[in-house]
């Protein structure tokens, strides 16, 4: 979504020092080394304990951007670019996103808990892929600055929001709930991560359950140490193996590689095979099944999509490929946002200046396929990728809006031509929805050992 500048100042409460022209921001930026910067871009200087981004400043403004929200001037800019001075840029960064979040209404699920949150995002991302357009937290963005980068996402295409939070000590979760505004809750496992920022586990119960102080539901597993901090005015939906007081209960059995969970609910007795047997992707996927519930699919659809639940990689991995290539595997999603972030992570590996990206069809964008793949053309060109190959027959049609690209139909038709794409010497990105079951490229395209 773009907006006009001077709509957005009032919200940062900021010092003007320039001129607030009536230009279209369109990409909020933290990161001075994304190539994604531009004169639309409205560039937050962060500073922590071991980094200033008021440094990159100069270099930002030889780049084209021309506003910038700042905790102070650099000597010598000050009438180079304009610039909005505020005490915390971090602080600005998240008013910013809640005046964001509030030109939206629709539902938004918000995750929190010890472990468990960024499984939960990904597989109820996969489960309601094929009924809405999903803005989701990229990776695991569930920190004070992560989170605000989340929903500064959203577009007017999208009508179903997951976004997951995470917090260390007291007085964070305060803030992420202003920026997620959750209507629907879920709580994962509590455990001790994250236990030395509180004095006892029932401090970090309840500062975690401020993400839900205004959802219209919870979605728990039910205790009773949980119960006991819970809000009487809170509605819940809870699910447990033992406790008859729960609303959903669930039996367990080990069958073959897979575990056949029995599910009562209300009136209903039906069971679901899940392709796990561990106890934490057990209970990752009974949580991501009540939403289902919750949100009315029918048992059939339910046993069908839990079947085919996978397991998530948490981070982009590189690896050593074939020919003195180096790989980046991100091969089980592709969506606008996280493609961004992976482009970043694409320039930061400095190994070999040429670069290609191997991309299927990107799903839920929540834009036209002319303007998001006209999106992607703009993305790849500033980030100077040398070749593009496309693999869906969606990238096939707008295979005309990139430079040096070659696509394919599917996953098999470039496995049969690989050998003919003289892959050598060059840094690799391979990016691709699951369905096109990109591992299989990972692993042609892998240094043999």
Known sequence: MTLLLHNIIPHLEATIHGVVATTEIDTISIDSR????????LFFALVGPNYDAHQYIPELIAQ????FVVTNIPEHLLNKATFFVVKDTKVALQKFAIYYRSLFDFQVIGITGSNGKTIVKEWLNF????????IRSPKSYNSQIGVPLSVIAINEKHNLGIFEAGISTFSEMENLERIIKPTIGILTNIGTAHDEGFPNIGEKIKEKLLLFQEAEILIYHKNKTIDAFLNPKLKTFSWSCKDEAADV????????????LGIRYKADNFEIKIPFQDDASIENAIHCMMLLL???????????RMELLYPVEMRLKVKNGINNC??????????FQSLKIALDFLESQKQYPKKTVILSDIFQSGLSNEELYSKVSQLITSNKINRVIGIGATISEFKNKFINCVTFPDTDAFLAAIDSLNFGNETI???GARTFQFEQIVAALAEKT
């Open 429 to 431: 990105l391979i990016k």
């Open 326 to 335: 180096s790989l980046i595997d991100d091969s089980y999603s592709s969506d």
């Open 34 to 41: 994304s190539m994604q910067n531009n004169v639309n871009t």
């Open 64 to 67: 084209g951007v021309q506003n």
């Open 249 to 260: 209960l669930i039996t367990k059995k080990a069958v073959l590689d897979k575990t056949v």
């Open 127 to 134: 489960l309601l892929s094929p009924d809405y357009n999903i």
């Open 294 to 304: 919750y949100f009315g699919y029918d048992q059939q659809t339910i046993e069908h």
